[in-house]
């Protein structure tokens, strides 16, 4: 980035109308580079004790990595495909030694110092890119219904109310390898806002709609509001509940903010 900036984030999680929480979800500051930045959700799948050490696993993988990863030297987009792998072949192991079978999405963006972002993922997590209150981008699921949507048989509409909508074609943990699919921004801006979060939440939000709440409220307003109203548009049928949402701002602006507001206050 050319200006001056910092990253602005929340995150939250709930386990909605579900008797167990399996999602996780994290946003981890780099122990030795200043505004190096992982986000990561992962929606756990396989009953309750499974379904959790898949997502649990795709936490510890992600901290493993991060931790040992420089922006400095390393691709980013390698360390993020590996990070999925390494979650996958470790699933699998614990799927042998405990006879079940626990899988997990995974979502997950890296912003480096100078300002590039990073995305991978697997099954039906989204990450969302919005500059201002405009959708830029979103990851596409890997999941039934959007191959219908890709081959024009559903519009986005439709595919959110079909009733195998919660079938995915990829994730990790499965007898197959996960489907990977990254994207990269080459430079974030201020006003830009990153959104990654499970299906319980984008499952009841238009894009227009997710623009309009966190280009207008903080990262920490929107992620209680969208949740409080996910919650309520499930109407007790709600699935576990995950996200994060970092909004790049710049320095400069808010300096000169609060040097005005003084001024202001004090001739009123």
């Known amino acids: 980035m050319t200006k001056a900036f910092r990253l602005i984030a929340s995150t ?5 109308d579900r008797e167990y ?9 780099h122990d030795r580079y200043n505004g190096c930045v992982l986000g990561v959700v992962a929606d756990g799948m396989g009953g309750r004790s499974g379904g959790r050490k898949a997502s649990d696993q795709v936490m510890m993988t992600a901290r493993q990595l991060f931790e040992r990863y420089s922006p400095e030297t390393d691709d980013p987009a390698a360390m993020l495909k590996n990070m999925v792998e390494e979650a996958h072949i470790v699933i699998r192991l614990t799927a042998i030694s405990s006879e079940q079978e626990p899988h997990s999405t995974i979502a997950a963006f890296l912003i480096n110092p100078r300002g590039d972002c990073h995305w991978v993922h697997a099954g039906d997590s989204r990450i969302y890119h919005f500059e201002g209150a405009r959708l830029t981008f979103r990851t596409s699921d890997h999941s039934y219904v959007q191959a219908l949507v890709d081959r024009g048989e559903l ?6 109310i079909h009733p195998h909508s919660n079938i995915l074609v990829g994730c990790l943990g499965t007898e197959s390898d996960p489907p990977i699919t990254t994207h990269t921004i080459q430079q974030l801006r201020p006003g830009d806002v990153l959104l990654a979060c499970s299906d319980g939440v984008w499952h009841y939000f238009s894009p227009t709609e997710l623009a309009s709440v966190v ?10 509001f969208l949740i409080d109203k996910a919650r309520s548009r499930a109407r007790g049928g709600g699935d576990n509940l995950s996200l994060v949402i970092v909004k790049i701002e710049t320095l400069v602006e808010e300096r000169k903010i609060a040097r005005l507001v003084p001024l202001s206050t004090g001739n009123a």
């Not at 939250?12 to 909605?16: A, L, R």
């Not at 519009?155 to 959110?160: G, L, P, S």
């Not at 280009?215 to 209680?224: C, G």
Request: aromatic content about 0%; cysteine-free; proline content about 3%.
């Open 215 to 224: 280009d207008s409220l903080s990262p920490r307003e929107a992620t209680e």
């Open 12 to 16: 939250g999680i709930h386990k909605g």
């Open 21 to 29: 929480q399996q999602d996780q979800v994290a946003l981890i500051s």
């Open 155 to 160: 519009t986005e509409a439709e595919a959110n």
